[in-house]
């Protein structure tokens, strides 16, 4: 179809005085603004009759709508020029009016000047099935060098004007040098007309952006959708109508974030000034507290994005108890209510380590939990996160004593040892029980059930069991760490009294 198109033009150009200025402008369906259909005059207006210079040239745009059954909503402009050459250009899919003016070179007056219905109504189009249609827009001007410029609305002309009210999508100007007798062919690229500039974090749309505060430079994506008056997303190599102003400006703090457009750090401020433009910040990892930063786009109602490291305290968590829970504080400054967090303990930490968080949005408290046997010397790490990815990683180290295990147990009158029961043959006998517990030097805590029985005292790892009278006791030893140790005692007192 597309070169079809572009031989008819040729073929147009083949009298002595023509020209062919063809622009293909390829649209999708869908889109807001003037509907497909509405009604329009189909003309030029009068300011752009058929010159009477001898040797006058005509020429013809020819855009291009596509069928309506597309499933793209975002539209894209195929130029296809005379060397057959293509590129995609940018065209909103909600366009029905073009509007084209020429001023000869070093003059300031428009020479001439049209306005086209491009609807499916108007008598410049042709339908050519499931909604789509070919609109040919003839030209006349004197043969010369020229600045051209085309705009694009969303309502179709009423009387050969562009309605008040509609709006404009689309612009580009270029110059051209019209040669009597021959194909020109000019090609538009059409910047979109900026109207309105989204943000998206990995959950969509948002204002909100965070990054890891862990003294590592990191660099934030922020994804921007720009779109035209009508809502159309704005795509394509051209550059917009006009730049977006973007600038960033920091709290609680200074000189840690930075703005990198299109890849170059442009520090506090720049442009972005077309649709393949990036938007990042630079962060080098630093500040805390409350540090954060507000990057604005866009010079009318900017939009206002937050940019907030999470900070993370205790940065390191140190376990020397058996069963231990720990709290971890995190800050995300300007966090709306719907950031969530979790703490994860990494594959490699004890399976008996849990990780929990209680709160949302600016600032919460994780918390770490570990049940681990005695003797238990190992370091992992836990991964503090939120729900946009943003995570910082906390290391974790275990140093539990014990077990607690019984030695060597000396004395008189005593059989056994606290390894099964230790039996005393009388009141006033002494047992020296020796205890082990690696990773801790005493001393031990231990305590009697039943102290008409047995009384304890402890020195370091080594606890005295003294006897008093006849029955059983236990004796509980234990260390800071949470192991324990029980060693079960009987005293039998064959005769005479105790005293």
């Known amino acids: 179809m597309l070169l079809q198109e572009v031989n008819f033009v040729k073929r147009l150009s083949q009298g002595a005085a023509a ?73 909103a899919p909600s366009t029905v009016t073009a509007v084209w003016s020429a001023t000869p070179q070093g003059s300031q007056t428009v020479a001439y000047s049209g306005v086209a219905d491009l609807s499916s109504g108007s008598s ?22 020229y600045s051209v410029t085309l705009q694009t609305y969303d309502q179709a002309p009423v009387n050969g004007q562009v309605p008040s009210g509609a709006k404009q999508l689309a612009t580009s100007t270029i110059t051209a040098t019209i040669a009597q007798d021959a194909t020109n062919s000019l090609s538009f690229v059409l910047s979109g007309i900026v ?14 952006f965070s990054t890891p505060g862990d003294g590592s430079p990191h ?20 550059p917009y109508a006009s730049p977006i102003p973007v600038s960033i400006a920091e709290s609680g703090g200074t000189g840690h974030m930075s703005l990198v457009v ?13 649709p393949s433009d ?114 910082v990683t906390v290391p974790v180290s275990y140093a539990m004593s014990g077990p607690i295990t019984a030695g060597t147990v000396t004395g008189s009158n005593i059989s056994g ?38 009384t304890v005292s402890v020195n370091g790892l080594t606890v005295t069991i003294t006897s008093v009278g006849a029955g059983t006791a236990n004796v509980s030893i234990s260390d800071p760490a949470g192991n324990a140790y029980t060693c079960a005692t009987g005293v039998t007192v064959t005769g005479g009294t105790v005293s």
Not at 195 to 208: C, I, Q, W
Not at 351 to 371: C, P
Not at 424 to 430: E, N, R
Request: glycine content about 16%.
């Open 195 to 208: 109207s309105g500039v989204t943000a998206t974090n990995g959950l969509g749309a948002a204002t909100f």
């Open 262 to 274: 299109a890849g170059v750090n442009v520090g506090s401020s720049g442009n972005i000034t077309k």
């Open 19 to 91: 020209i062919a200025m063809a622009l293909v402008l390829t649209a999708c369906g869908g889109g807001g603004g003037g509907a497909a259909g509405s009604p329009g005059g189909g003309g030029v207006p009068a300011t752009n009759p058929p010159p009477t210079t001898q040797g006058s040239a005509k020429g013809y745009i020819v855009v291009v709508y596509p069928a309506t059954t597309t499933t793209t909503t975002t539209a894209s402009v195929l130029v296809r020029e005379s060397q057959g050459r293509r590129r995609p250009l940018y065209i």
């Open 124 to 145: 410049l189009c042709v339908a050519t099935g499931g909604g789509g249609r070919t609109c040919t827009i003839p030209i006349y001007v004197n043969p010369g060098t």
């Open 417 to 454: 040892s606290c390894a099964t029961t230790l039996s005393f043959s009388g009141a006033g006998v002494v047992a020296t029980q020796a205890m082990s517990d690696p990773g801790f030097s005493g001393p031990l805590t231990a305590s009697s059930s039943n102290t008409g029985v047995v």
């Open 278 to 391: 990036s938007l990042a910040v630079q962060y080098d990892g630093k500040g805390s507290g409350t540090y954060h930063s507000t990057v604005s786009v866009g010079s009318t109602a900017p939009l206002s994005l937050t940019v907030s490291p999470m900070y993370v305290a205790p940065s390191a968590l140190s376990y020397t108890k058996l069963v231990q829970s720990q709290n971890i504080g995190v800050t995300e400054t300007g966090a709306p209510s719907s950031i969530a967090y979790s703490a994860t303990p990494n594959s490699w930490c004890p399976s008996t380590t849990n990780g929990s968080t209680a709160g949302t949005g600016a600032s919460t408290t994780a918390t770490v939990a570990v049940n681990v046997p005695g003797g238990t010397n190992t370091s992992c790490s836990v991964s503090v996160t939120d729900i946009l990815g943003t995570t």
């Open 219 to 238: 660099q934030v994506s922020i994804g921007l959708t720009v779109t035209d008056p009508d809502g159309n997303v704005i795509t394509g190599p051209a």
